[in-house]
């Protein structure tokens, strides 16, 4: 049975930092690219930060670019989102999706982090 656990979610001040984990169990994962995305009140979800199977690459969107590092380890069979100098505007739920190929691909996801970022 494949499980994909979020961690390290919180509350935060602006200009703070957190390290979001999760943890994948269940697959072969350096099979999988690794995406975090998240999702704030009334909005669509948005997709975050990417980093492929074995770590050579990584992708994020504009809005987070040099404040958030995505990395894995894939001993542990999981990846990090590091969080610094956070916004109000981060505030969101925050989802892991692993995106593994097996055959074909399929996306397994995680329960979803709080992260507000609020004085």
């Known amino acids: 049975q494949v499980q994909v656990v979020e961690s390290g979610g919180g509350l935060v001040q602006p200009g703070g930092s957190l390290r979001l984990s999760c943890a994948a169990s269940?697959?072969?994962?350096?099979?999988?690219?690794m995406r975090w995305y998240r999702q704030a009140p009334g909005k669509e979800r948005e997709l975050v930060a990417t980093i492929t199977s074995t770590g050579g690459g990584t992708n994020y969107v504009d809005s987070v670019k040099g404040r958030f590092t995505i990395s894995r380890d894939n001993a542990k069979n999981t990846v990090y989102l590091q969080m610094m100098s956070l916004k109000t505007e981060d505030t969101a739920v925050y989802y892991c999706?692993?995106?593994?190929?097996?055959?074909?691909?399929?996306?397994?996801w995680g329960q979803g982090t709080q992260v507000t970022v609020s004085s």
């Open positions: 999706n692993a995106h593994c190929a097996i055959v074909t691909y399929v996306d397994y």
């Open positions: 269940g697959l072969t994962f350096t099979f999988c690219v």
